[in-house]
Antibody, heavy 113, light 105 residues
Framework: EVKLAQSGGEVKKPGESLRISCKGS????????INWVRQMPGKGLEWMGR????????HYSPAFQGHVTVSADRSINTAYLQWSSLEASDTGIYYC??????WGQGTLVTVSS | DIQMTQSPSSLSASVGDRISITCQAS??????LNWYQQKPGKTPKLLIY???HLESGVPSRFAGSGSGTVFTLTIAGLQPEDFATYYC????????FGGGTKVEI
């Protein structure tokens, strides 16, 4: 089965750091970009950025550039999305996806003091 | 960056209705546009890829059309399970999503 399995939900305080993960299985992980998509509570889908697991080449949406970092470890078929300093406005569900077909189940990140 | 303007943001309809949702790109995107359906608490599901190609397993009442900068998703004969939020997504230059259309009863 082709699958992206994401790490579990997180509750953090503003200013804390965080890394969430996305593990691919059932396909050649190196052959497809991994995208990260945010969905804030009750809002739409926002593309954040993507990484090529083969080369580690990364692209970012201007809205997220400098605030998050995407990375990947091809040896363990895993991609990551990380923040060095979370803000309350980072609260939301974060999906990894190869786009358009394979989506992770989403990771709920809650940032609250 | 390419901006995707989706309209309407919401619409009310009844079972059996024919509805259309429009997405306008800020520049030509060469038909590199997908349509997704998302239900509450679920991940988005691909309906149409590359503007007009029906994804395998998706009912034929869903259809996509358009090219250049204006694209349309049409649902002919709404079914109860079609009440959901729909998004367009361009993948010509990077990726960007439309704002979504909530289809309500």
């Amino acid at each position: 089965e082709v699958k992206l399995a994401q790490s579990g939900g997180e509750v953090k305080k503003p200013g804390e750091s965080l890394r969430i993960s996305c593990k691919g299985s059932g396909y050649n992980f190196a052959n497809s970009w991994i995208n990260w998509v945010r969905q804030m509570p009750g809002k739409g889908l926002e593309w954040m950025g993507r990484i090529d697991p083969r080369s580690s080449d990364a692209h970012y949406s201007p809205a997220f550039q400098g605030h998050v970092t995407v990375s990947a470890d091809r040896s363990i078929n895993t991609a990551y999305l990380q923040w060095s300093s979370l803000e309350a406005s980072d609260t939301g569900i974060y999906y990894c996806a190869t786009l358009p077909r394979i989506w992770g189940q989403g990771t709920l990140v809650t940032v609250s003091s | 960056d390419i901006q995707m303007t989706q309209s309407p943001s919401s619409l009310s309809a009844s079972v059996g209705d024919r509805i259309s949702i429009t997405c306008q790109a800020s520049q030509d995107i060469n038909s590199l546009l997908n349509w997704y359906q998302q239900k509450p608490g679920k991940t988005p599901k691909l309906l149409i890829y590359d503007a007009s190609h029906l994804e395998s397993g998706v009912p034929s009442r869903f259809a996509g059309s358009g090219s250049g900068t204006v694209f349309t998703l049409t649902i002919a004969g709404l079914q109860p399970e079609d009440f959901a939020t729909y998004y367009c997504e361009q993948h010509d230059i990077r990726i960007s999503f439309g704002g979504g259309t909530k289809v309500e009863i």
